[in-house]
């Protein structure tokens, strides 16, 4: 059974830090593209960051480039995303995403809390 498990959300302020976990299990983790999307209140949920297994690329939404770090831990089996100096608009459920040519997981989600 595979299971995405995410830690690391919670509440800061605008300008403030955080550091998300998704730690892997049940799948081949180098096999997999790892990535984070989020689901900001009232809205769709949308990409942020990839990291690409293959060859080891990193992709980023505009609204995160240059604030936000997507990297990966092998021998833990664990992605992780850095975000630092957040906005007010960064406040949303963050989900971690493991993709392979034949398979699609979801982590529960995590909320992260921006406050002014």
């Known amino acids: 059974q595979v299971q995405l498990v995410e830690s690391g959300g919670g509440l800061v302020q605008t300008g403030g830090s955080l550091r998300l976990s998704c730690t892997a299990s049940g799948l081949t983790f180098n096999q997999y593209t790892m990535a984070w999307f989020r689901q900001p209140p009232g809205k769709d949920r949308e990409f942020v960051a990839s990291?690409?297994?293959?060859?080891?690329?990193?992709y980023y939404a505009d609204s995160v480039k240059g604030r936000f770090t997507i990297s990966r831990d092998i021998a833990k089996n664990t992605v992780y995303l850095q975000m630092n100096n957040l906005k007010l608009e960064d406040a949303a459920v963050y989900y971690c995403?493991?993709?392979?040519?034949?398979?699609?997981?979801w982590g529960q989600g995590n909320q992260v809390t921006v406050s002014s």
């Open positions: 990291h690409i297994h293959k060859d080891g690329s990193k």
């Open positions: 995403n493991a993709i392979s040519t034949d398979d699609k997981y």
